[in-house]
């Protein structure tokens, strides 16, 4: 069993950063791959990033490339995003998710296939 908590989120201006914190509970979090989630008001969860156990591979949002940066760190069973030059449209509650599947349906688990949910972190940009 995974329990994930989220910390960091906050209000900042655009152009801002902030650094979100998934911090995990149970051994097995170091064999879990790890993906960032968003939802907006009115909107449907998205895809942010996600990360693989070892933390050697990522991937991201398109849309998000070059503005955000994921990482975890095993030790401390920990899984950090970093996001830089916020805007306004990055508003939302930002959720982290674990998987220990081993197979997914893509390059990376889809939102169904993450078993496991933080209760999100709400990040606010001002304009």
């Known amino acids: 069993q995974v329990q994930l908590v989220e910390s960091g989120g906050g209000l900042v201006q655009a152009g801002g950063s902030l650094r979100l914190s998934c911090a995990a509970s149970?051994?097995?979090?170091?064999?879990?791959?790890v993906g960032w989630f968003r939802q907006a008001p009115g909107q449907e969860r998205e895809f942010v990033t996600a990360?693989?156990?070892?933390?050697?591979?990522?991937y991201y949002a398109d849309s998000l490339k070059g503005r955000f940066t994921i990482s975890r760190d095993n030790a401390k069973n920990t899984v950090y995003l970093q996001m830089n030059s916020l805007k306004p449209d990055d508003t939302a509650v930002y959720y982290c998710?674990?998987?220990?599947?081993?197979?997914?349906?893509?390059?990376?688990?889809?939102?169904?296939?993450?078993?496991?949910w933080g209760q999100g972190t709400q990040v606010t940009v001002s304009s």
């Open positions: 990360i693989s156990w070892s933390g050697g591979t990522t």
């Open positions: 149970g051994r097995a979090f170091s064999n879990c791959n």
């Open positions: 998710a674990a998987t220990l599947r081993l197979t997914f349906s893509g390059p990376t688990p889809s939102i169904d296939e993450y078993d496991y």
